[in-house]
């Protein structure tokens, strides 16, 4: 039997289901928005799918049954009624000016008006064009309306490195879409998404009767692929593979229900015979993260222990950029569980989705912290000496790594003379490994500031900075108390920075007798 070719940069449902392209269901999804509201925002990563979602929608408006045949909705029966589709997307082209803004979203409705077959007034500012195309589209067919808005934010996304620029975006922006509100009346269903959730106050001020549904548990598989998909609908494409090792790689995104994959990693890893590389990530360098992290001075080990609340969804703005946020809403953290606050509010546990996000967003962070652009050789010793709990070699590889950042990294910049900086980028080095490593381990004692869990051992380290004695601490502290059921060799391992000579001076090191 001949598999469906993969639907490999292809977001058109259309082509997928007439050139004999796999389609993973989501017409049932599609369904439930329509029948059960009118107005919806959906938060996703790049590349999750949105796109293909977006034209989903589209295509169920145009209004032709015999499409979706052996399809969930096509099944459910339902009444499929044409509508006019006014479609407006941000995902081509680059945002660098207010000027190229304007001309793209004029382009953007002239397109719409010519497939529309209505014509605005030239004399009408963007804004009022929008409103007129909605009305002249109404007016034309004797339907109400639908509005899809993709990657809804990318103007300002484009400039966030910039501030005064993103601004201006956005304030633009929240013009253009507040013509939605004011057109109520003409329209049946409004579907808006993008990567991240700027805050309402900011830009939706005037769509306070929107649905974010990008937290709700009965779209939680909106876009991205279940573990039920790999293990069926692609099933014959991965005979022989280790599906455990797959799902431990590439799933792991979660919105509050079933986690998912991003279908880019799945598809290409595929394509690529069954290759484990970061498909997903290489697709773009997080650059403003980078920058991010080092302007903030930010201690990497917070990583494992993030909590946040429901105004995490809503903190994001040009004027405010919270690290955590931002990495959430990129794909780079995930809500692995949530738990419940003193006022009954929901709280938030967030995590490094899986193996090839770890892999290269740590791998991304310590070479630009070190400034170091390929480090695989020294990344491999490392490995080896944990595995063989050989932490001379460990040390003489750590004092290459730092010996080789570039002096003028430390000249007039404050962070490089706290230990938070080289517990930093030893954790981002070891986590880069893929390694399963604990920062700011809670013990009933106090914190670990580095547990490392290899297949053999268990590692316990202490950072300090000039002459300071870590491995007294952990002895003092008694930290391998809590790893002494795993029935491993636990091993301390004090490491001691020099802020002076910009490097380690001493690794202690001892067995605990068990």
Sequence with gaps: MKLKKLP??????KTILQEDYLYIDKTSLAQKLIEEGQYYFLSRPRRFGKSLFLDTLRTIFDGDKEIFKGLSIYENSYEFVKHPVIRISF????????????????EVLKINQRDLEVTCDTDLSIRGCFRELIYQAYKKYNKKVVILVDEYDKPILDNIENPDVARVMRDELKNFYSVIKGADEFLKFVFITGVSKFSKVSLFSGLNNINDITLDR????ICGYTQEDVETSFAKYLEGQDFAKIQKWYNGYKFLGEGVYNPFDIL???QKGFEFRNYWFSTATPTFLLKLIERNNYFLPNLENIVKDDKMLD?????????????????????????????????????IPNQEVKISL??????????????????????ESLINADFKMMEVTFKSLFASIPYNLFTNNKMYEYEGYYASLFYAYLKALGIELIGEDVTNRGRIDLTIKMPNSIIIIEFKIDGSDAL???REKKYHEKYLDKKLPIYLVGVVFDT???????VEFEEVNI
Excluded: C
Aim: glycine share 6%; proline share 2%; charged share 20%.
């Design 91 to 106: 995902n081509d082209g680059d945002f660098k000016t207010i000027e190229e803004f304007k001309q793209t979203l004029l």
């Design 218 to 221: 009965s779209y939680s598989t």
């Design 472 to 474: 007294a601490q952990i």
């Design 362 to 383: 740590l791998g991304s962070i310590a070479d630009f912290m070190s400034k170091q652009p390929n480090t695989t050789i020294l990344k491999g010793q490392m490995y």
């Design 268 to 270: 290409l890893f595929i």
């Design 500 to 506: 002076q000579e910009r490097n380690i001076t001493l």
């Design 315 to 351: 903190s994001f703005d040009v004027d405010y950029i919270e690290l955590e946020t931002l990495m959430w809403q990129t794909g780079y953290l995930t809500i692995e569980k949530t738990t419940i606050n003193y006022d009954d509010t929901p709280k938030y546990h967030l995590g």
């Design 8 to 13: 490999i940069g292809i977001s058109t449902l």
